[in-house]
C-alpha cells in the first residue's frame, strides 16, 4: 500500500475568508446558515449540520498558472474549527461519492477515476501508483468543486 497524506484548506485560507469581505479573486464572501446541511467544510473535512454557519467563497488549489488552473466555490466553517488531523486515512464523511483527479508535476490533469460506493481506497492506490501522478484532488462527483488534496507520504 502506498502510504498518503490528506491536506485540508489551510486554516489561513478558511481565517481570511472569516475576516475579509471579498476573496482572493475579488467576489463578496457570502455567509449562509440555510441550505449549507451537508456544505463540505474544507478545513476540518466534515460535513456542515443544519444551521451550521458557513462561508461561502471562491479558491483555486493551483500554483501554476495554465488552462488547468481552475477558480471555484469552497465552504468552511464561519466559526473557526479544527483542522483534519488523520492525514493518513480518507475523510469519513466526504470521502464519497467523490471524483479522485490526478495531476502531474505541471499541475495538469493526467487520470481520474469516479468513486461512487466502497472502492475510494483501490481508486486512489491505483492513481498514486502510475508514477505520472504528482497529486491528486478529491472533487466533488456533482459540482466539482474542489474539496482536498492528497499527496504520497
Known amino acids: 500500500m502506498i502510504p498518503f497524506a490528506v491536506t ?8 481570511a475568508a472569516r ?7 475579488g467576489s463578496a464572501l457570502r455567509i449562509q446558515t440555510e441550505g449549507t ?7 476540518c473535512l466534515s460535513r456542515a449540520s443544519e444551521g451550521d454557519a458557513m462561508i461561502l467563497f471562491s479558491h483555486s ?12 466555490p469552497v465552504f468552511v466553517h464561519a466559526d473557526a474549527c479544527t483542522p483534519y488531523a488523520d ?3 480518507l475523510p469519513p464523511q466526504i470521502r464519497q ?8 508535476a505541471a499541475q495538469e490533469i493526467h487520470r481520474a477515476a469516479v468513486v461512487v460506493v466502497g472502492d475510494a481506497d483501490e ?12 497529486y491528486v484532488q478529491a472533487r466533488s462527483i456533482t459540482n466539482g468543486c474542489y474539496l482536498y488534496r492528497i499527496d504520497r507520504a
Open 8 to 15: 485540508p484548506l489551510p486554516p489561513e485560507t478558511a481565517e
Open 19 to 25: 475576516t475579509n469581505e471579498r476573496d482572493a479573486y
Open 37 to 43: 446541511e451537508n456544505a463540505p467544510c474544507r478545513v
Open 61 to 72: 488549489p493551483f500554483d501554476v498558472q495554465n488552462p488547468y488552473k481552475e477558480v471555484g
Open 87 to 89: 492525514r493518513n486515512t
Open 97 to 104: 461519492p467523490i471524483v479522485l483527479r490526478a495531476y502531474n
Open 123 to 134: 481508486q486512489l492506490q491505483s492513481l498514486l501508483a502510475d508514477a505520472a501522478v504528482a
